[in-house]
Nanobody, 128 residues
Framework: QVHLVESGGGLVQAGGSLRLSCVGSAQTFSSYAMGWFRQAPGKAREFIGALNWSTGTIYYAESVKGRFTISRDSAVNTVLLQSNSLKPEDTAVYYC?????????????????????WGQGTQVTVSS
């Protein structure tokens, strides 16, 4: 069974850096995509970006493109979310997710409903 664990959250100052890690179980190798979402207080869960394992491509939400970077770590089942210019509005619980649902080899995986495995989330608080 796919099991995901996020780590790296905490309290940082505005303008500071973020490095979140999402580590999947061995079964994560069979997933088609891994993605990052965030949920601020009182708001719906928001798509940040996703990595498609089949193509190796990464698709970012337009709202965060340029400030957040998704990358693969040394292990194929480990994905990072990084930023070096955090803002107070980035305060949220950050979630990683994986999908074993096939749509097409180049699917973007931007919707919550397209993922069937989720981590527990990690709190990121950006102070002003």
């Amino acid at each position: 069974q796919v099991h995901l664990v996020e780590s790296g959250g905490g309290l940082v100052q505005a303008g500071g850096s973020l490095r979140l890690s999402c580590v999947g179980s061995a079964q994560t190798f069979s997933s088609y995509a891994m993605g990052w979402f965030r949920q601020a207080p009182g708001k719906a869960r928001e798509f940040i970006g996703a990595l498609n394992w089949s193509t190796g491509t990464i698709y970012y939400a337009e709202s965060v493109k340029g400030r957040f970077t998704i990358s693969r770590d040394s292990a194929v089942n480990t994905v990072l979310l990084q930023s070096n210019s955090l803002k107070p509005e980035d305060t949220a619980v950050y979630y990683c997710a994986a999908s074993t649902i096939y749509y097409s080899s180049s699917h973007y995986y931007t919707e919550l409903s397209e993922y069937n495995y989720w981590g527990q989330g990690t709190q990121v608080t950006v102070s002003s």
